[in-house]
C-alpha cells in the first residue's frame, strides 16, 4: 500500500495522530472506500497519472489522504470538474468522487451530462441516505420512514421519494458501467474493491464512463454502532437500493477514440482560419429529418 | 491463492485504531474483540489481537477503514515520491502573414483565443454571445482541441475549472444570465488560484431583460465575482479588433496572475462586424508546474479553495490581495483622446466609448475642449492615467448603458486616490438602449449637465 501519503501533511499539518490517521469518525464506510481506490491505483500502476476530484461532504479532504494529483471540486460539479481535467490531459485517470447529497441532489445535472457523454471517467458515488458533513440532514436517497434532522418524524412523500442513481445511470446510454455494491460484511467488500478496480480498468482501457454505487455506513448520523450500522444498511437499505451490477457493455461497446494532442502548427492554424469565420451557417437550412 | 503461511498476519498500530469494531465481525476466527482501556494518545479505545488462531485470511485488513490501523505484518510500503514539478514556459511561434479579416466581434474574440494558445472550450448557448461558441464548435475540431457544450453554464465554469486545474487555457462565451450563473465558478476558480477567460456580451437585464447591448454586469464583473473578497482582471473591449486582442491578451494576464480574466463586450460589440488583422505569431502554452497533468512531475499537487484552518485561509488571501496589488500596479490600461488640455473628460468604455468618441470630435470642432477617457480595464480602474488630467478638467461625464456602474467605479477610484472633488455628471441609458452621440454632446454643452436625456 503506497498510495496513502506517507504522512498526511494537509490533516491539520499533519501534527501527531492526524499525521496517519483520517478525520471520519469511527466506523465511517469512506475510509474503507478511499482504501479500495488506493488499493486498485496501487494494483494497476496508475498512481502518477491518477488525478481524483474531492468533493463537498465529509470525502471534501480525500486530497489528504491519496498521494495522487488531486482536485478539489465545488458541491455537485465534480463531474464537470473531471471531464475538464479528462479532456485537458486525457492521459490522466480521473476519479470523480462524490456523496448522496453531492450528486444525487445538487449535482444531477453534471452527473447526468457527464454519464450521457460517455468520456471515460471513474465516479465513485458514496450513498450513506444522509447529509453527514452537515449534520445528519435529509439526502435525496434518505429512506422513506428514516429520521433525519430536516425530516425528524421520518421521511414521508411530501418530501420526496428516495433516488436510485445506479438504476438511473443504467437507464442510460452513455455509461458502459454501472453497478451498486456495498460494505457491510466480507463478502460485499470483496466486491466493492472489484468494482472499483473494475470502474478503474475500464478507463485505463479507454472504454467509457463507469459508475460505481457504494452503500456506506454513516453511524454517527444514523445514532447506531458501527456493527448496527452495518446491519442497518443491510436490512433497510438493500430493498430500496438492490446491488448488483446494473448495466455492463464493456464487452460489446467499441472503446472511446485514441486521444489527439492539441495542434499548434501555425500552418494548421492558418488554415483552420481561413475557413472563413463568416461562412458559419447562421440559420437552419431545413427541418431535422426522422432517422 | 497463496499458501496460509506466505501471507501476513495483522498488526495493529493502537494510536490509529478508532474502536469501531468494523475487523471483529470479518474474523472468522473471532481473533479480534472489543477493548476496555481508553489508548492515552487517541482518548479512545482500540481493539484487542489475539492471533493464536490467525490464519492470515486478510478479511480484518479490508474491513478496516483506517490507512495505518490494522496493518499487513512486516509489510514494508514502496514509495515513490512525486518528483518536483519543472515549469514548461510558454512560446510563441509566427503566424503566416494573411489580409487582415473583416468578421462579428464574436468571432474576432474567438480567434483571439485560438492565437493565444487556447484549445479548451467549454459553454452554453446564449445570445448574443453564441457565435463565438459556433465558431469555436467549428475550429477545435481541426486542431485536435476540446468542445463541450455544457449542459449549464454552472457545468461550463467549472468544466473550465477542471481544465484549468489541468493546467491549460480554457475559456467560455456567455451573456449577462448566463454570468450570473458562472458567478459560483469563478468565485471558486479565484479561491482555487485557477486561470481562465470568460467573455461575457452583456445584454439588458435585470432577469431575462431582452438580447440588446449593455453594460449593466459591470458591477458584478468588478465587484461581484460570487462570494468572497473575489476579483479578477476585466477588460473592455470597444472594437472587434479588441475583441481579438483583449481576449488573446485575457489568457497571458490569466496565467501571469492565476487568477481568471473577464472580458465585458456588449451586445452591439458581439455583433459589430470590422476589420481584424490577426497577430503576427502565436502561442504554444506551456506547462505550469503548479498543475494536475495526470503525470509523476506534478502527482504532489492540489487544487483546492478550502482552506479550514483559519490561519491557512487568510494566508491564502493575503497573496491573492498580493496579486490583486500586483495587478493594481501593472495592468491598469486606458485609452486617452484630446484629454490634454480637456476641460470636459468624457469617460466611457465598451461600444458607448465609439459614440464618445464621435461626440468628443464634434464637440471639438465646435471649439469645446472635450476628451475622452475610455478604461480598458475596469478592474483595475486606471487612475493612475486620470488623475493627472484632473488639475484642469471642470467635469466629468460618465456615458454608459447602465445605472451609473461605471461612475461608480471612478468614483471609488478617485475616492481610493485621494483626488480632489469634481463634478460628475452622466448620461445612462438602459434597457437594451446605449447613449447616443446627441445626448452626450448634449450633456457636454449643457452644463451642471442632464441625467439621461431618455
Known amino acids: ?291 | 491463492m497463496r499458501a496460509a503461511t506466505e501471507r501476513p498476519k495483522p498488526v495493529l498500530v493502537p494510536q490509529f485504531c478508532k474502536g469501531c469494531g468494523r475487523c471483529i465481525d470479518a474474523c472468522a476466527h473471532h481473533c479480534i474483540t472489543a477493548g476496555t482501556d481508553v489508548n492515552p494518545a487517541s482518548a479512545l479505545i482500540p481493539v484487542v489481537l489475539d492471533l493464536e488462531r490467525c490464519t492470515a485470511c486478510g478479511l480484518c485488513f479490508d474491513a478496516c477503514p483506517e490507512p495505518y490501523g490494522l496493518q499487513p505484518d512486516h509489510e514494508t510500503p514502496d514509495r515513490r515520491r512525486a518528483p518536483a514539478a519543472v515549469p514548461v514556459p510558454d512560446t510563441v511561434a509566427p503566424l503566416p502573414e494573411g489580409e487582415p479579416l473583416v468578421v462579428k466581434g464574436m468571432y474576432a474574440s474567438a480567434l483571439g483565443a485560438i492565437v493565444a494558445g487556447c484549445r479548451h472550450f467549454f459553454g452554453y448557448p446564449i445570445t448574443p454571445s453564441t457565435e463565438g461558441s459556433e465558431l469555436m464548435a467549428k475550429f477545435l475540431p481541426h486542431l485536435d482541441g476540446a468542445f463541450v457544450q455544457a449542459v449549464s453554464e454552472v457545468a461550463a465554469i467549472n468544466m473550465m475549472y477542471g481544465a484549468a486545474a489541468a493546467g491549460v487555457r480554457s475559456m467560455t462565451f456567455t451573456s449577462s444570465p448566463g454570468f450570473s450563473l458562472m458567478l459560483e465558478g469563478l468565485s471558486y476558480m479565484i479561491g482555487a488560484r485557477l486561470p481562465g477567460v470568460v467573455v461575457n456580451v452583456m445584454r439588458g437585464g435585470p432577469g431575462l431583460g431582452n438580447i440588446g447591448p449593455s453594460q449593466s454586469d459591470i458591477k458584478l464583473a468588478c465587484r461581484g465575482l460570487g462570494h468572497g473578497d473575489s476579483h479578477a482582471i476585466v477588460l473592455a473591449p470597444a472594437t472587434p479588433q479588441e475583441m481579438l486582442d483583449l481576449t488573446a491578451l485575457a489568457f497571458d494576464l490569466a496565467f501571469a496572475y492565476r487568477n481568471p480574466v473577464v472580458v465585458l463586450a456588449d451586445g452591439y460589440l458581439g455583433q459589430m462586424t470590422g476589420k481584424v488583422a490577426m497577430p503576427r505569431q502565436l502561442t504554444r502554452p506551456g506547462v505550469p508546474d503548479w498543475c494536475t497533468a495526470g503525470d509523476a512531475a506534478h502527482r504532489g499537487n492540489v487544487i483546492t479553495s478550502i482552506f479550514l484552518n483559519e490561519t491557512d485561509l487568510e494566508a491564502n488571501n493575503r497573496e491573492l490581495f498580493a496579486t490583486y496589488d500586483d495587478i493594481h500596479h501593472a495592468e491598469q490600461r486606458a485609452e486617452l483622446v484630446a484629454c490634454e488640455d480637456a476641460d470636459v473628460l468624457v469617460v466611457a468604455c465598451n461600444t458607448p466609448a465609439r459614440m464618445a468618441k464621435g461626440a468628443v470630435s464634434a464637440l471639438r470642432a465646435a471649439g469645446i475642449k472635450a476628451g475622452l477617457f475610455r478604461p480598458i480595464t475596469l478592474w483595475p480602474f486606471p487612475i493612475r492615467a486620470l488623475t493627472p488630467l484632473l488639475d484642469r478638467v471642470d467635469r466629468i461625464v460618465v456615458v454608459e448603458a447602465s445605472h451609473r456602474q461605471l461612475e461608480d467605479e471612478l468614483r471609488l477610484a478617485l475616492s481610493h486616490a485621494g483626488a480632489p472633488p469634481v463634478p460628475i455628471e452622466r448620461v445612462n441609458r438602459y434597457g437594451g438602449i446605449l447613449p447616443s452621440h446627441d445626448e452626450i454632446v448634449d450633456a457636454v454643452v449643457t452644463i451642471g449637465g442632464a441625467e439621461a436625456a431618455s
Open chain 1, 1 to 291: 500500500m503506497n498510495v496513502f501519503y506517507e504522512r498526511f501533511a494537509r490533516h491539520a499539518g499533519g501534527e501527531g495522530l492526524k499525521g496517519q490517521s483520517t478525520h471520519y469518525c469511527p466506523g465511517c464506510g469512506h475510509g474503507l472506500v478511499h482504501k479500495y481506490l488506493a488499493e486498485a491505483i496501487d494494483a494497476l500502476g496508475i498512481q502518477d497519472r491518477t488525478v481524483a476530484i474531492s468533493p463537498v461532504g465529509c470525502a471534501v479532504f480525500l486530497y489528504y489522504y491519496l498521494d495522487v494529483g488531486n482536485v478539489q471540486a465545488a458541491h455537485g460539479r465534480a463531474p464537470a470538474v473531471a471531464l475538464g481535467q479528462k479532456l485537458a490531459r486525457p492521459q490522466s485517470i480521473v476519479v470523480s468522487y462524490q456523496g448522496d447529497g453531492d450528486l444525487a441532489s445538487i449535482g444531477i445535472a453534471e452527473i447526468l451530462q457527464a454519464a450521457q457523454l460517455g468520456i471515460p471517467i471513474s465516479v465513485i458515488f458514496v450513498n450513506n441516505a444522509i447529509y453527514g458533513m452537515t449534520g445528519g440532514q435529509m439526502a435525496p436517497t434518505t429512506l422513506m420512514g428514516q429520521k433525519t434532522a430536516t425530516s425528524p418524524d421520518g421521511r414521508v412523500r411530501t418530501m420526496g421519494e428516495p433516488l436510485r442513481v445506479a438504476e438511473m445511470m443504467a437507464q442510460l446510454d452513455g455509461p458502459v458501467y454501472v453497478e451498486r455494491v456495498a460494505l457491510f460484511d466480507n463478502r460485499q467488500r470483496v466486491r466493492a474493491q472489484k468494482a472499483i478496480r473494475k470502474s478503474l480498468e475500464l478507463q485505463v482501457d479507454n472504454r467509457g464512463f463507469s459508475l460505481i454505487e457504494v452503500l456506506s455506513e454513516c453511524p454517527l448520523h444514523l445514532e447506531l454502532t458501527p456493527a448496527e450500522a452495518e446491519h442497518w444498511v443491510q436490512q433497510n437499505m438493500l430493498p430500496v437500493y438492490p446491488l448488483g451490477v446494473k448495466k455492463d457493455v464493456t464487452e460489446t461497446r467499441e472503446p472511446w477514440p485514441a486521444w489527439t494532442t492539441p495542434s499548434f502548427d501555425p500552418e494548421v492554424v492558418a488554415g483552420v482560419i481561413g475557413r472563413a469565420p463568416e461562412s458559419v451557417p447562421r440559420f437552419c437550412s431545413g427541418f431535422p429529418r426522422g432517422h
